[in-house]
């Protein structure tokens, strides 16, 4: 695999076990009043607000996240083909 493949992988890892961070820390600190949460906050929001604003409302349920770990590992995918 050539250097470049294994950085956008890195980085998708990075990206999804955040995405997964900010997911667990929105049952503790809803509000991302930490400075942990206001880190996780700005570097996921950039890919979860637009999902979010495309998603139908569910009530209180937002799987936003879940889009977007989908939508990354879609990327993985799709970028490990392409790359190799």
Request: net charge positive.
């Amino acid at each position: 695999m050539s250097n470049v493949a294994s950085l956008v992988q890195f980085l998708i890892q990075i990206l999804t076990f955040t995405i997964i961070g900010r997911a667990l820390l929105s049952w503790f600190d809803p509000g991302f009043n930490t400075a942990i949460g206001r880190i996780i906050y700005e570097i996921t929001e950039p890919l979860i607000g637009p999902i979010r604003r495309v998603m139908p409302s569910l009530g209180m349920f937002d799987i936003s996240p879940i889009i977007a770990l989908l939508l990354l590992q879609l990327l993985n995918r799709v970028l490990q083909n392409v790359l190799l």
